[in-house]
């Protein structure tokens, strides 16, 4: 089965700029998982959507981030303005069910501000 | 809350021999605590997890993890260390049955010498 896709896998952009971020989880997985992965250390959870809807964005800095699902398949993450410290690979997962253990990655987005 | 520590931000090993990489963790209640394994440009691979049983649990490509929940360890190991072994290693913990957030550790570096 085909994993989890995400484009584009590098972006540079100048701080205050906008950028999308892009995800297909794998097919009819209801649970999706944006991470933020800043260089020497571990993902940190954005954001969890379960079909459509938002179960936990309590990590999502609501003041430049937005993420949306609207469909309850694909899913866009944007932050607008970018901030130097954004700065980061930004992972896609998803999981069958909002139970399932295992989750399955995408290969990430390379984000770099300067 | 609910953390985890990797103390070893590198460990070396010689191929062929016993590698283990260290993890301790901090939750309430009962824990969930999984491995995931990254490699250059590539998303994190689940390859472990420990729910509930054995202590001893096996994986992927040969791995194992033994929880111990009076040190609150769930260190990882391979009786043979291969060069493609190679890769940073990350555990993590998940809070409660029902929340599938994982909160990850900063990553282990693992380098197996030919």
């Known amino acids: 089965e085909a994993g989890v896709a995400q484009s584009p896998r590098y972006k540079i952009i100048e701080k205050r700029q906008s950028v999308a971020f892009w995800c297909n989880p794998i097919s009819g997985h209801a649970t999706l998982y944006w991470y933020q992965q800043i260089l020497g250390q571990g993902p940190k959870l954005l954001i969890q959507f379960q079909n459509n809807g938002v179960v936990d964005d309590s990590q999502l800095p609501k003041d430049r981030f937005s993420a949306e699902r609207l469909k309850g398949v694909d899913s866009t993450l944007k932050i607008q303005p970018a901030k130097l410290e954004d700065s980061a690979v930004y992972l896609c997962?998803?999981?069958?069910?909002?139970?399932?253990?295992?989750?399955?990655f995408g290969p990430g987005t390379r984000l770099t501000v300067t | 809350a609910q953390s985890v520590a990797q103390p070893e931000d590198q460990v070396n090993v010689a191929e062929g021999n016993p590698l283990t990489v260290k993890c301790t963790y901090s939750?309430?209640?009962?824990?969930?605590l999984f491995w995931y394994v990254q490699y250059p440009n590539r998303g994190l691979q689940f390859l472990l997890k420990?729910?509930?049983?054995?202590?001893l649990v096996k994986g992927s490509y040969g791995f194992e993890a033994e929880f111990n929940k009076s040190q609150t360890s769930f260190h990882l190991k391979k009786p043979s260390a291969l060069v493609s072994d190679s890769a940073l290693y990350f555990c993590?913990?998940?809070?409660?049955?029902?929340?599938?957030?994982?909160?990850f550790g900063t990553g282990t570096r693992l380098t197996v010498i030919p």
């Open positions: 420990y729910i509930t049983g054995d202590n």
């Open positions: 939750v309430s209640g009962n824990p969930y």
């Open positions: 993590a913990v998940r809070n409660r049955a029902g929340a599938n957030n994982l909160f």
């Open positions: 997962a998803s999981t069958p069910t909002i139970d399932s253990y295992e989750q399955y």
